[in-house]
Each structure stands twice: as structure tokens, then as C-alpha cells.
């Protein structure tokens, strides 16, 4: 009998705890993805700035580079200054901006890349995507997944809270997100991962169900394992689809239609979820994941994020244009603007009684 298998790409180590920062460089010489010390270290002018002397300790040989956004330009900017240079590996020392700028241009030199999140605002820190600004607004990129992941729970706390808020929201919407998978493979035909999907059902699960908050370690050592785990699953379903659905349709609308004001990821991801469920007759639920979302300080109207009932409405209308070819519960009613307005007024009514 033959034995069948497939080669998940994930991390060789993963490493979440408090001080994870200080054994960064006994980590990769023990992983043998750098014995030689020789690491390009991607960072922001701002916190990597500030981490840069601690890390300074335990990877002397180092080169630093400073990124300047998460644009395609920034990362191609980033790889240009590291081409020609016998590195391991990149590390990228940052939050979600950081780390996509530095997987693209890791992949463009031919690096491995290994991940250091300073916050955990969304499951791209462990993902085998890089959404990048570009000159049409913003595009995801196909790149290798980290080779080694650390999150320091320290350096998590320190950031502003609303990071982790973010990372809330993104992981929780995992359970929108495999609904409308499941729907379009009850519709369309498409084929569902059954192990991404049940990675990624796992991950928000986890977080929806902790009792615990932003400032508990265990509630943190959660989060963070759901966000690996979600990226996990994209890796083997090979693309976005077990964390992304409705709820991210409805995010990238807010980020391309009113860029200035847009609701961080995870605040979008976490309310278009929420409207998505009570969209697909899951009253129960989406009361549930608002109750859940309400406790931890996150959006679940569009006035909480400084938005009118009209511009919401203009958000769900356009979201289905954000990923053609995408089926999810959007896109199966293909509501009109007015019928999107008489749903919101009947999900405030459900999530507020």
C-alpha cells in the first residue's frame, strides 16, 4: 500500500513566550539557520529603532536595514539594498507592515525569513501572503512562509493595545471565513481544505472561547498560537481562503474606498464577520462574536469606527469587487444597496437587544 503524504511549509520553531527576544540568537544558531551570526535584521525607524540595542547583544554581526512602509516600493527598495551580501537569512523585526515588506523582498534575494512580531494585529506574521501597498491601491503577494517565528510577550505589551485588539478580530473572523468557503463548495463546487479548514476553524475558536484579556499571558500565548496557526493553514490550503472571506471583502473595501479612514484590519475583519453571519441567517452566532468583540474593546457597528449607516452600505455594496472570483455569503445574495441597508438595520437591532 502506498503511503501518501504532503509537505506542509511552516516554521522549523516557533518560539512564544516572555524574553523570546533575548534568545533570538542561540534560537537560529541551534536551528542551524544561522550559525555564522551573518543576518540582514529589517526594522521600522520607530520600535525597531528602540529594539535595535537590545538585539544588537545577541546578533552582533548583523547588518540593519530600515524599512519604510509595507508599499511593494519599500520592499523592493529592501531587497535591493540587501542583494550582493552573503546572508542566512532576513529577519524582520516588526509588526505586519514590516514583516510583508520583508517576506517579499526575503523571497526576492532568495532568503529565508525569519519572523520577530512586535504585535499581533493579524495572522500575516506566520502567512505565506505579503499585501503590499501599490500604485492600484493595495495587492497580495504569493511568497514563502517564515522559516523561524518569535514573539516576544514582553515586547507584545509595550505596543499600543489596539494591535492586539486587531489580531482579535482577524482571528476571529476565521469562523466567517470557513463558512463562506463551505457555502461556496456547496454552491460552486470548490473544494474545501479540510485540514487549512480545520486549522483555521481551530484558531478563532480558541480565541472566541478565551475568557481571559489583553493583559492575561495565557490570553496573548493564545492569540499569538491562532494568528500561526491561521497562516499555517493558508499555507496548505496553498491561499488565503481559510482566513479570508466576507469579513476580508469588507475590509479591503474600507482600505480601498476611504483609505484615510479605514478601520485597522482587524477591526474590519472582525465587524464585516460579524454582519456577514447575521447576513447568512448565524443570529446566534454573530450576537456571540459581537458580545466577544464588545468585551475586548473592538468595532461592532460602523458608528464605532466613525462611520455613516450610507457609507457602510457603499463598503458592503463594493466589497465582492476587492477579490473577483471569490464566492462567499456576499456575493450568493448579491444584495442591492437598499437591501444591504434594511439588513444593517436589522443586525443592529439583533446584536443591540
Known sequence: MPVLTRL??????????????????ALLADQRISSSGRLAVAASGGS????????????PDADWFEVGGGSIDAAVTLADAMHGNRYDAVVALGGGKIIDASKYAAARVGLPLVAVATNLSHDGICS??????????????????PIALAI??????????????SGIGDAVSNINAIADWELSHRETGERVDGLAAA?????????????????????????????VLSGIAMSVSGDSRPAS???????????????????????GAGLGATFAMHLRGATEQAGLVAEVLRRHGLPVLAADVDF???????????????RPGRYTILEHLDLSATEIRDAYADYVKAISS
Request: proline share 7%; net charge negative; hydrophobic share 40%.
Open 308 to 322: 455613516t449607516e450610507a457609507e457602510f452600505v457603499e463598503v458592503v455594496r463594493y466589497a465582492p469587487q476587492t
Open 8 to 25: 506542509i511549509p511552516s516554521p522549523v520553531v516557533v518560539d512564544i513566550r516572555a524574553g523570546a527576544l533575548d534568545g533570538l540568537g
Open 48 to 59: 525597531g529603532v528602540a529594539l535595535r540595542k537590545r538585539l544588537s547583544v545577541t546578533l
Open 245 to 267: 472571506g466576507s469579513c476580508h471583502e469588507i475590509l479591503h473595501a474600507f482600505d480601498l474606498l476611504f483609505p484615510q479612514r479605514a478601520p485597522a484590519h482587524g477591526e
Open 199 to 227: 486549522m483555521a476553524r481551530t484558531a478563532g475558536e480558541a480565541v472566541l472561547r478565551h475568557t481571559g484579556g489583553i493583559g492575561d499571558d495565557d490570553f496573548l500565548t493564545t492569540l499569538a498560537e491562532a494568528l
Open 128 to 145: 505565506p501572503v505579503a499585501t503590499l501597498d501599490n500604485d492600484n491601491g493595495r495587492g497580495s503577494y504569493g511568497v514563502p512562509p
Open 152 to 165: 516576544d510577550l514582553d515586547v507584545v505589551r509595550e505596543a499600543p493595545s489596539r494591535f492586539v485588539r
